[in-house]
């Protein structure tokens, strides 16, 4: 799937019609709220290939593979997969099921916590969804203190 596509289809719409009735039902509710929802033009821009070191980098690879390329201790993140309408807030609430694997794997494993900003989510979620920066995702694309943690992984 052409992330483009997702970007200029998928999202505008995710977006909107939350937004659309949430305003109508929110209507005579708080303004503050009212306001902050429609301030869509916050949202980060949304970069595949900056997801892409990210996914490796942060670790997601380690359990999650991508084009056949990491571990197998949850699900694969391919973008063919994938439902075309994930809507990202969906993707994270999803993702914090995992999160006590995940915590328990970097301090064991690295010694702290991974930090994300919301750029960094954001292009996260791009990479995920993207098959273009998805194909040319090898192990090539793995730092070496990842590929270490897979590689000392029980198999
Ligand atoms: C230590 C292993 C581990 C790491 C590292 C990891 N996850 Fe997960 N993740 C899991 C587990 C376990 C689940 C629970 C559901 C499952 O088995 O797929 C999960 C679930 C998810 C889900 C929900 C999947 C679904 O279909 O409901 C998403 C999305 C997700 N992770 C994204 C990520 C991202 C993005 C990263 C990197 C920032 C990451 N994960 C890193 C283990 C991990």
């Not at 694997?101 to 969804?129: C, E, K, P, R, T």
Request: proline content about 5%.
């Amino acid at each position: 799937m052409n992330f483009s596509r997702i970007r200029f289809l998928a999202l505008p719409v995710l977006f909107t019609l939350p937004l659309i009735s949430v305003s109508a039902s929110l209507a005579g509710a708080s303004e503050t709220r009212t306001t902050i929802v429609e301030d869509t033009n916050n949202l980060p821009d949304m970069d595949p290939e900056r997801g892409k070191h990210l996914f490796a980098d942060r670790g997601c690879v380690v359990c999650h593979a991508v084009n056949n390329v990491g571990g197998h201790t949850a699900a694969p993140m391919n973008a063919t997969s994938l439902s075309q309408t994930t809507d990202p807030f969906d993707f994270f609430a999803r993702m914090w099921r995992g999160a006590d694997q995940m915590l328990a794997l970097q301090n064991h494993n690295l010694g702290y916590q991974v930090d994300f900003s919301g750029q960094d989510l954001a292009d996260i979620f791009a990479f995920v969804h993207d098959r273009e920066a998805q194909e040319n995702f090898t192990e090539g694309d793995l730092p070496q203190h990842i590929r270490d943690i897979i590689d000392n992984m029980p198999r």
